[in-house]
């Protein structure tokens, strides 16, 4: 193996590591939230508004530097940017943080990673891309495997009442976040070739940032103040860590590495965060859940077929 590809092995690999600590970080602020008594929504957005703030300044360098290309934007590629804007942090953060709440943390990892499935859906209905047998068996194994999960975490449980239909709202809201993701990453690769993934990131972030500025309130400010020194310390590894530094190491190794290299290191992400998960929280895992997380990541592997703009973790 040529050093340009190890390196960019070696850094695809660093950066599974990191993206696998988010959902135990995103369970470790949302739980001190709890205990504190925050409201779910004051939890949510405070959580949200940080992340998406702290990340979008640390991306001015690199828009400041890359102006040439942000001058030149077209109006066609603005309203990209704000799909980017609306999908990436929007829509795909705000129904992660509520969901995270409820699942475990190894869960919400494994429904993020739906997100290339539900890509492959979007760019068969939007860009006419060609679903082949593999994608649409990895659609029905995929969704095989979320449903698997949740039914070993009695998410998917029925009572002599019936269905428990005010559990479904944490999964309901990752589904959401997972079709954004998906959406965010269709849209990123609309802009084409001449702006640069991490470019389109950092517009999307600071924009975002700019239009969440109305959402900052009182609320949101003492929600943050129970947080104590850990959870400022998982708060900020999200942002600084997951949103903008491995980020920046992902697009690097995505220069060297093929679809097929890709996706195995999406895939560590999802195994690892489940790893976490069990070992500083004691999450439960059984045969059947981990039945249903192999369904995911083997359906993962189907649909994959070209590197993708990974989720914002």
């Not at 995103?26 to 959580?47: H, K, P, Y």
């Not at 077209?74 to 980017?84: A, F, I, S, T, Y």
């Not at 979007?122 to 068996?137: D, H, N, Q, T, V």
Request: hydrophobic share 60%; charged share 10%; net charge positive.
């Amino acid at each position: 193996m040529d050093p340009v590809r190890r390196r960019a092995h070696l850094l695809a690999l660093i950066t599974a590591i990191f993206w696998s600590f988010a959902f135990v970080s995103i369970r470790q602020v949302m739980e001190q939230f709890e205990s504190a008594g925050t409201a779910t929504w004051n939890s949510v957005m405070a959580m949200f508004l940080v992340r998406v703030t702290v990340s979008g300044i640390l991306f001015t360098p690199l828009l400041w530097h890359q102006r040439a290309i942000v001058r030149h934007l077209g109006r066609r590629e603005w309203l990209l940017v704000v799909g980017v804007a609306a999908f990436g942090s929007f829509g795909y953060h705000l129904p992660l943080n509520y969901g995270a709440m409820t699942l475990q943390s190894g869960t919400v990892g494994l429904m993020t990673a739906m997100s290339p499935i539900f890509s492959a859906m979007l760019a068969f209905l939007l860009l006419r891309e060609r679903m082949g047998p593999g994608r649409i068996a990895g659609v029905m194994l995929g969704v095989a495997g979320v449903a698997l999960c949740l039914r070993a975490q009695g998410v998917l449980a029925w009572s002599g009442d019936g269905m428990d239909w005010q559990g479904l709202l944490a999964p309901g809201a990752m589904l959401i976040a997972s079709m954004s993701g998906a959406a965010f990453a269709i849209v990123g690769r609309s802009l084409g070739r001449r702006v640069p993934k991490a470019v389109t990131l950092g517009l999307g972030l600071s924009l975002a940032t700019i239009l969440a500025l109305p959402m900052w309130s009182a609320e949101v400010l003492r929600a943050l103040a129970v947080l104590d020194g850990l959870g400022w310390l998982a708060m900020l590894y999200l942002a600084v860590i997951c949103l903008w530094l491995a980020y920046w190491l992902w697009y690097q190794a995505l220069s060297a590495l093929d679809t097929v290299e890709v996706t195995i290191y999406l895939n560590l992400t999802t195994v690892l965060a489940i790893l976490w998960g069990f070992l500083l929280y004691n999450e439960r895992v059984t045969l059947v859940y981990l039945w249903g997380a192999a369904c995911v990541i083997s359906a993962v592997i189907l649909v994959n077929r070209r590197p993708a703009t990974p989720l914002p973790r």
